[in-house]
Antibody, heavy 119, light 110 residues
Framework: QLQLQESGPGLVKPSETLSLTCTVS??????????WGWIRQPPGKRLEWIGS???????YYNPSLKSRLTISVDTSKNQFSLKMSSVPAADTAVYYC???????????WGQGTLVTVSS | QSALTQPASVSESPGQSITISCSGT?????????VSWYQQHPGKAPKLVIY???NRPSGVSNRFSGSKSGNTASLTISGLLAEDEADYYC??????????FGGGTKLTVL
């Protein structure tokens, strides 16, 4: 049974860097069949795709966030990570990690983690 | 990138059928058969219910079906149950190699 678990600080100060890690268990992140993605949802608002990564390190990003984003993968730890720099309060959201069948759908999701951007 | 357009809310009685629309453009929904639908209960992670326009993942009820015509995709739920009450989001791949979600539809089962 595949499981994904997000981890990281729940509170980040404005203008600082948001960092989250997704740990994958019950399956290998190095599988050639899947990409791994980040999606967020501000409170009471819609889902927004952030970006996705393949186990080789190949990435594709939401262009509206690309300048602030880095998504990386650590196959030795079966983890992938998100870094978003210079965060404003508007980046407050529940952040989800998910397994993705390229190029589009997410078939397995983490439970999500709330990140609040506030001083 | 703008969100795909969904009705904000829909409602129907138990046992009836409902269709939720998802309108895009020729650069996303209209160009690819890469439309997926997600069900989200309050406080929970989204759950995939339809992928590639009309395919159901294993374990999803056959009461859920999907279709597409032109730039608009649709999710139909038949034989509505109280447990179907949730938010539903569509998602499409785009010509810019990105993904875009819809604004979400709140389904109320009266």
């Amino acid at each position: 049974q595949l499981q994904l678990q997000e981890s990281g600080p729940g509170l980040v100060k404005p203008s600082e860097t948001l960092s989250l890690t997704c740990t994958v268990s019950g399956g290998s992140i190095s599988s050639s069949s899947y990409y791994w993605g980040w999606i967020r949802q501000p409170p009471g608002k819609r889902l927004e795709w952030i970006g996705s990564i393949y186990y080789t390190g190949s990435t594709y990003y939401n262009p509206s966030l690309k300048s602030r984003l880095t998504i990386s993968v650590d196959t030795s730890k079966n983890q992938f990570s998100l870094k978003m720099s210079s965060v404003p309060a508007a980046d407050t959201a529940v952040y989800y990690c998910a397994r993705q069948i390229f190029p589009d759908y997410f078939d397995s999701w983490g439970q999500g983690t709330l990140v609040t951007v506030s001083s | 990138q703008s969100a795909l357009t969904q009705p904000a809310s829909v409602s129907e009685s138990p046992g009836q059928s409902i269709t939720i629309s998802c309108s895009g453009t020729s650069s996303d929904v209209g160009s690819f058969n890469y439309v997926s639908w997600y069900q989200q209960h309050p406080g929970k992670a989204p759950k995939l219910v339809i992928y590639n326009v009309s395919n159901r993942p294993s374990g999803v009820s056959n009461r859920f079906s999907g279709s597409k015509s032109g730039n608009t995709a649709s999710l139909t739920i038949s034989g509505l149950l109280a447990e179907d009450e949730a938010d539903y989001y569509c998602c499409s791949y785009t010509s810019k190699n990105t993904l875009i979600f819809g604004g979400g539809t709140k389904l109320t089962v009266l």
